[in-house]
């Protein structure tokens, strides 16, 4: 018997893998799919390796920082700072029709970007970073107040209001249209407080190092090994049955697969609400470069871009894709350490989509609406950096599929449900929930929800 089962070998699984497998629990994670990693993933094509997910890893702090987020998984973990081997970004931009924002891992350039465009805004930005400071990360009634309210106070011109909601919600927000503010407060001290950093080696050595500590602890790990059903009986759950039909006790059930999966795998429950589910999800069109994207010109980190009157934050409703916004990110644009530089330029761009339409295409036609998107995606973004087409030796395209093959989340939610469980629990006892659905996302976020569920709900007894 197991002391803890987990579902799910991503970022916030392997984390709550290690934390308690230094306290000789007796741990084991199941992943459906045949890698590590979950949204935070890669993949092998063509002889290239391509991250699925990881444009930067945010929290970033410097070596030595005793307080933040990364300072207190590398504590909890007990990791070296150089074992993540972080390296800052070179800047980044929010590019609206005539208004561009820049900013970078120190919060005063936002802050000078905002004096000098929006001079009769600054004093609200300042309140809005007072109320944000205030923000009781527990508390769930705080959590789900609509950010557009609360900013409403503060911040009096619509167009800062989108431009400082735009890079928050594409790395961090389930919900459409608006903003639960706790995850707002969450994000915005993660991107524009701490900041964007990157491996040299992409996600890959993060991913490395959190399973070649979790196996050192002695913890198990099963590629392939899908859960079926959990078993209950009496409000606990007693086991978990896999895919190939074989049943794995444990004392508690520990799940990143999400709020809705999970609930669809526990044999009590006859049916859940559907409408709960998240609906956000992405393409992600990924171009290699025969010259860094530097020497054409383009050496933004992140380029977060809206290029119609309103920032609309929805999935589509009538095509694949909704182009008027986007992100374009390049790897090779970090500070990498003793000058080293990627061997190829890589410009990555994502897209809203829409997953039902992607799913529903046949393996013709799902080849035909890449090549299609795609072509569409670098044209959207070519008007917000310089074009790269001339420049491009290779493409991939990942889409809402691939994430849902990854994540096994439904409609490839890359930030889940909207409705986030601060405190993990569920209908069972002894089982909880981690990751995306429990509120916390991006690498660090993920990281941070297995360390604290972990620490909440499975150290204690």
Not at 86 to 114: H, T, V, Y
Not at 115 to 124: E, L, T
Not at 234 to 255: F, T, Y
Not at 343 to 353: Q, Y
Request: aromatic content about 10%; overall charge negative.
């Amino acid at each position: 018997m197991y002391d803890t089962i987990i579902i799910g070998a991503g970022m916030s699984g392997l984390a709550a893998g290690i934390r308690l497998a230094h306290y000789d629990q007796k741990v084991c994670i199941l992943e459906r799919h045949y890698t590590i990693g979950g949204l935070n993933s890669f993949y092998r094509v063509g002889g290239r390796d391509y991250d699925v997910g990881l444009h930067a890893v945010t929290n970033f702090t410097e070596k030595g920082a005793k307080k933040g987020p990364l300072a207190k998984i590398l504590r909890q973990l007990r990791f070296k700072w150089e074992e993540f081997s972080l390296s800052p970004q070179a800047g980044s931009r929010i590019s609206f029709p005539g208004m561009d924002l820049k900013f970078d891992n120190d919060i005063e350039l936002l802050r000078s970007e905002i004096a000098s465009r929006f001079p009769d805004q600054i004093d609200g930005f300042r309140k809005l970073e007072a109320l944000i400071g205030g923000y009781d990360q527990l508390d769930q009634e705080a959590f789900e107040q609509s950010t557009r309210e609360i900013m409403g106070t503060c911040i009096t011109d619509p167009l800062l209001t989108d431009m400082l909601l735009c890079p928050l919600m594409w790395y961090g927000n389930a919900r459409e249209h608006d903003m639960d503010w706790g995850q707002f407060s969450i994000m915005f001290e993660s991107i524009y407080r701490e900041g964007f950093a990157r491996p040299f080696k992409g996600v890959r050595l993060i991913l490395k190092n959190l399973v070649k500590r979790y196996r050192s602890l002695g913890g198990e790990l099963k590629l392939r090994k899908g859960v079926k059903r959990i078993h209950v009986q009496d409000g606990h759950a007693q086991a978990v049955e896999l895919d190939d039909g074989e049943i794995i006790v444990g004392k508690r059930v520990l799940s990143s697969a999400g709020r809705i999966e999970t609930l669809r795998m526990c044999d009590d429950v006859s049916e859940v609400d559907t409408r709960q589910v998240g609906k956000l999800t992405f393409i992600e069109s990924i171009s290699i470069l025969d010259r860094q994207p530097t020497d054409l010109g383009l050496d933004e980190t992140i380029v977060f871009y809206n290029d119609s009157d309103k920032f609309h934050w929805e999935r589509p409703q009538d095509d694949l894709c909704d182009m008027r916004t986007g992100v374009i990110c390049s790897p090779n644009n970090y500070e990498y350490a003793d000058g080293q530089q990627l061997d190829e330029g890589v410009v990555r761009i994502t897209s809203i989509a829409e997953f039902d339409r992607w799913n529903q295409l046949d393996e013709s036609a799902y080849q035909v609406a890449k090549a299609r998107w795609y072509d569409r995606a670098v044209e959207s973004a070519v008007r917000f950096v310089p074009d790269f087409r001339r420049q491009v030796i290779a493409t991939d395209m990942f889409t809402p599929t691939t994430i849902r093959r990854f994540t096994w989340h439904d409609n490839g939610a890359v930030y889940g449900a909207p409705d986030k469980k601060l405190d993990g629990t569920t209908h069972l006892n002894n089982v909880f929930l981690c990751g995306t659905d429990q509120g916390f996302v991006g690498i660090i976020g993920s990281i941070m929800s297995g360390i604290s569920i972990a620490n909440q709900h499975c150290l204690r007894d």
